[in-house]
C-alpha cells in the first residue's frame, strides 16, 4: 500500500500566519495517464471531513482562495495563507493513484 | 443539494455482522461516474478507506479486510449499504459514507455513525 508521510503532525499558528503541511508518498502518484490523484482533506472538530483540494492543485467548490496545493511525483503541499480561526482542525493527504485508497496520518492545525 | 446519512446498530458483539445503511439524496448512483464510498475512523484517530462501488455496479475493496466486507446500492431508492463480518473491537469507529465522482475524490460526507463493537 501507498504510505503517505505528513509532516509537521501538529502545527500552531497565528491569525494571518501562512502555514503549510507536506505530505510524502511511498511512490509516485503520476499515473500512465498522466494524472495525479492526490487530494487534501480538513476535518474540523467534531465534523466530516470536507473537500479542500482535488488532483493536487485544484480548489474545491467554495473553498476559501487562501488555501492552495502545490507539488508532484511523491511530495506535495498544502499551504494556508493567512491563517483564519476557522481553519482549525486536522488536515489530510489523501491519494487514489494506487490501489488501495489511502490517507495521511493528518496534520494537526492549533490556532494560537 | 447532496446530503448524505449513516445509519447502523450503534452496538454490537463481536464475531456478528455490521450492516451499514447510506442514504442519500441529490444525486443517482445510476448517474455516469458517481459512486459511493465507505471509510471509517477510530475515535482520535486517523481516516480508512473501506469500498467504493460505482454507477455500473464495480466495486473495490480494501484488502486489508481481506474478504470481510460487501458492498451494495439500491438504485432505486438512493441507498448504499456496507456489511462487515466477523466483527472485532478494532472494527469500532465511526462509519462514513460518501459520494465519489469519476475524479476519485469525496465530494460530500455524511455525518457519520458510531459503531462499538463490545461483549
Known amino acids: 500500500d501507498v504510505v503517505l508521510t505528513q509532516t509537521p503532525s501538529t502545527l500552531s499558528a497565528t491569525i494571518g500566519q501562512s502555514v503549510s503541511i507536506s505530505c510524502r508518498s511511498s511512490?509516485?502518484?503520476?499515473?500512465?495517464?498522466?494524472?495525479?490523484?492526490l487530494y487534501w482533506y480538513l476535518q474540523r472538530p467534531g465534523q466530516s471531513p470536507q473537500l479542500l483540494i482535488y488532483?493536487?492543485?485544484n480548489l474545491g467548490s467554495g473553498v476559501p482562495n487562501r488555501f492552495s496545493g502545490s507539488g508532484s511525483g511523491t511530495d506535495f503541499t498544502l499551504k494556508i495563507s493567512g491563517v483564519e480561526a476557522e481553519d482549525l482542525g486536522v488536515y489530510y493527504c489523501?491519494?487514489?493513484?494506487?490501489?488501495?485508497?489511502?490517507f495521511g496520518s493528518g496534520t494537526k492545525l492549533e490556532i494560537k | 443539494q447532496v446530503t448524505l446519512k449513516e445509519s447502523g446498530p450503534g452496538i454490537l458483539q463481536p464475531s456478528q455482522t455490521l450492516s451499514l445503511t447510506c442514504t442519500f439524496s441529490?444525486?443517482?448512483?445510476?448517474?455516469?461516474?458517481?459512486?459511493v464510498g465507505w471509510i471509517r475512523q477510530p475515535s482520535g484517530k486517523g481516516l480508512e478507506w473501506l469500498a467504493n462501488?460505482?454507477?455500473?455496479?464495480?466495486?473495490y475493496y480494501n484488502p486489508s479486510l481481506k474478504n470481510r466486507l460487501t458492498i451494495s446500492k439500491d438504485t432505486s431508492n438512493n441507498q448504499a449499504f456496507l456489511k462487515i463480518t466477523n466483527v472485532d473491537t478494532a472494527d469500532t469507529a465511526t462509519y462514513y459514507c460518501?459520494?465519489?465522482?469519476?475524479?476519485?475524490?469525496?465530494?460530500?460526507w455524511g455525518q457519520g455513525v458510531m459503531v462499538t463493537v463490545s461483549s
Open positions: 460518501a459520494q465519489i465522482n469519476y475524479l476519485y475524490y469525496f465530494d460530500y
Open positions: 441529490g444525486f443517482s448512483l445510476s448517474t455516469y461516474g458517481m459512486g
Open positions: 462501488i460505482w454507477w455500473d455496479d464495480d466495486k
Open positions: 511512490q509516485s502518484l503520476l499515473d500512465s495517464a498522466g494524472n495525479t490523484y
Open positions: 488532483l493536487v492543485s
Open positions: 489523501m491519494q487514489a493513484t494506487h490501489a488501495p485508497l489511502t
